[in-house]
């Protein structure tokens, strides 16, 4: 059974930072690509960063790039997001999700299959 623990998230002051980790278990992690989503309460789940299998390709949400950079340690079995110059917009619960199989730029809610218990952002004005 594939696992996903988040950890990392926090409140921190616009301008800031912070970094996500989420840690695998379950399954070869270095054969599936991974992603990065984020929910505010009344709003669907959204698209924030995906990476492929290896590290060489990485993909980002607009609102995003630039500010957040995704990487992945496949010997430690983990996945970050480095979230820098942080904005309130940002607020959000945030969720590390896995396909069941492997695809190239998944970047839809629907291609993931396994998610993660989220950790919660907070950027304050």
């Known amino acids: 059974q594939v696992q996903l623990v988040e950890s990392g998230g926090g409140l921190v002051q616009a301008g800031g930072s912070l970094r996500l980790s989420c840690a695998a278990s379950?399954?070869?992690?270095?054969?599936?690509?991974m992603g990065w989503f984020r929910q505010t309460p009344g709003a669907e789940r959204e698209f924030v960063a995906a990476?492929?299998?290896?590290?060489?390709?990485?993909y980002y949400a607009d609102s995003v790039k630039g500010r957040f950079s995704i990487s992945r340690d496949n010997a430690k079995n983990t996945v970050y997001l480095q979230m820098n110059s942080l904005k309130p917009e940002d607020t959000a619960v945030y969720y590390c999700?896995?396909?069941?199989?492997?695809?190239?730029?998944?970047?839809?809610?629907?291609?993931?299959?396994?998610w993660g218990q989220g950790t919660q952002v907070t950027v304050s004005s």
């Open positions: 990476i492929s299998r290896s590290g060489a390709l990485k």
């Open positions: 379950g399954r070869t992690f270095s054969s599936y690509t």
């Open positions: 999700a896995a396909p069941r199989n492997d695809r190239i730029r998944a970047t839809m809610v629907s291609e993931y299959d396994y």
